[in-house]
């Protein structure tokens, strides 16, 4: 999975010729961009939460898109076995060194509680429907966090951030993305990706230190003020699910909350801390959204003027997931 989804919505970087207009579909929950051309091809926003939960709201244009399409064309390969093995290589520290080694001794024993924590409540998380498939909590901890200590502290970050209650209880079942994939491997469509893994790692891979730290011990402050019931999260993972089967564009854009990559600006920091936020948050956006969408715009275009005769389907996401 790619817990760092991007807002690939509108291509507004991507040069288009006068045959390539992109129209919005005009129904109101329908994240369909059609691409005018002959024959069709089309842009669908996809949203990084199990397919169950919103495939009965997906209007019929766009299933039917998919359907019609030669060729579905995704961010990252996620049926590919390298672009998991990749994945999980550039999340890792250098060999030999351990993430006790390069956290602050408060930090790193922080983490380890909250991890410890997580642990013992994953059981009473886990839903009946999860139970009768045979997927256990010892199970489920270990594929989400097994092997923390040799990861590197920004990936450990987005860990603890996916290791709440309400994530918990959506695994199990594929992410819309990857079902669209499966789906176009059993219908047997060509397939392809428009990002390496390096392009997605990379970035993330690029805060310095201090940035780093600030961020996981902001995301350990506030999930151990949710674990004292002190704070109530704004948004939830439900709250995204609603606004995508409502059509909701601009609330999944702009409620940064939502998102795998988190936002730390808070006015209750201290000035100095706020500065901090806003450059990481501003790192983010000019990495994983501006340079992101030019690079994929370009390659998009690329491949519509290399194949004037297929019909592509772009599935990209909606919003941060």
Same mark, same amino acid.
């Given at each position: 999975?790619?817990?760092?989804?991007?807002?690939?919505?509108?291509?507004?970087?991507?040069?288009?010729?006068?045959?390539?207009?992109?129209?919005?579909?005009?129904?109101?929950?329908?994240?369909?961009?059609?691409? $005018? $051309?002959?024959?069709?091809?089309?842009?669908?926003?996809?949203?990084?939460?199990?397919?169950?939960?919103?495939?009965?709201?997906?209007?019929?244009?766009?299933?039917?898109?998919?359907?019609?399409?030669?060729?579905?064309?995704?961010?990252?390969?996620?049926?590919?076995?390298?672009?998991?093995?990749? /994945?999980?290589?550039?999340?890792?520290?250098?060999? +030999?060194?351990?993430?006790?080694?390069?956290?602050? !001794?408060?930090?790193? $024993?922080?983490?380890?509680?909250?991890?410890?924590?997580?642990?013992?409540?994953?059981?009473?998380?886990?839903?009946?429907?999860? !139970?009768?498939?045979?997927?256990?909590?010892?199970? /489920? #901890?270990?594929?989400?966090?097994?092997?923390?200590?040799?990861?590197?502290?920004?990936?450990?970050?987005?860990?603890?951030?996916?290791?709440?209650?309400?994530?918990?209880?959506?695994?199990?079942?594929?992410?819309?993305?990857?079902?669209?994939?499966? @789906?176009?491997? !059993?219908?047997?469509?060509?397939?392809?990706? *428009?990002?390496?893994?390096?392009?997605?790692?990379?970035?993330?891979?690029?805060?310095?230190?201090?940035?780093?730290?600030?961020?996981?011990?902001?995301?350990?402050?506030?999930?151990?003020?949710?674990?004292?019931?002190?704070?109530?999260?704004?948004?939830?993972?439900?709250?995204?699910? $609603?606004?995508?089967?409502?059509?909701?564009?601009?609330?999944?854009? #702009?409620?940064?909350?939502?998102?795998?990559?988190?936002?730390?600006?808070?006015?209750?920091?201290?000035?100095?801390?706020? *500065?901090?936020?806003?450059?990481?948050?501003?790192?983010?956006?000019?990495?994983?959204?501006?340079? !992101?969408?030019?690079?994929? +715009?370009?390659?998009?275009?690329? /491949?519509?003027? @290399?194949?004037?005769?297929?019909?592509?389907?772009?599935? #990209? +996401?909606?919003?941060?997931?």
């Amino acid at each position: 999975e790619t817990p760092w989804a991007n807002v690939l919505l509108l291509f507004h970087l991507l040069i288009i010729n006068q045959n390539m207009i992109i129209l919005k579909q005009t129904d109101l929950n329908s994240f369909l961009w059609t691409i $005018r $051309r002959d024959p069709p091809s089309y842009f669908y926003g996809t949203i990084h939460v199990p397919y169950t939960r919103v495939w009965d709201f997906i209007p019929e244009n766009s299933k039917q898109a998919f359907q019609e399409s030669n060729i579905v064309y995704f961010e990252l390969d996620l049926t590919d076995p390298y672009t998991i093995s990749a /994945l999980t290589s550039c999340q890792l520290l250098p060999q +030999g060194e351990n993430l006790q080694d390069v956290l602050p !001794r408060d930090i790193y $024993r922080r983490l380890k509680r909250h991890l410890e924590y997580v642990k013992l409540m994953m059981p009473s998380w886990m839903t009946p429907d999860q !139970r009768g498939k045979g997927l256990y909590a010892d199970y /489920l #901890f270990n594929a989400i966090a097994g092997n923390w200590e040799r990861k590197r502290p920004v990936w450990v970050m987005l860990m603890v951030n996916s290791l709440t209650e309400a994530d918990i209880k959506t695994r199990g079942v594929p992410v819309l993305d990857l079902y669209l994939a499966q @789906e176009a491997e !059993r219908m047997r469509k060509r397939t392809g990706a *428009v990002e390496k893994v390096e392009e997605q790692c990379h970035p993330l891979n690029g805060l310095n230190f201090s940035q780093v730290i600030f961020a996981l011990n902001q995301t350990l402050l506030q999930q151990e003020s949710l674990r004292a019931g002190s704070l109530q999260v704004p948004y939830t993972t439900e709250d995204l699910i $609603r606004h995508y089967n409502c059509g909701d564009l601009n609330s999944i854009i #702009f409620n940064q909350d939502t998102s795998q990559v988190p936002n730390f600006n808070n006015v209750t920091l201290p000035p100095s801390e706020q *500065v901090t936020a806003q450059e990481i948050d501003s790192y983010f956006r000019r990495e994983l959204i501006y340079k !992101r969408n030019e690079r994929m +715009g370009k390659r998009v275009k690329a /491949l519509l003027e @290399e194949h004037p005769d297929k019909s592509f389907f772009f599935a #990209f +996401g909606a919003g941060w997931c």
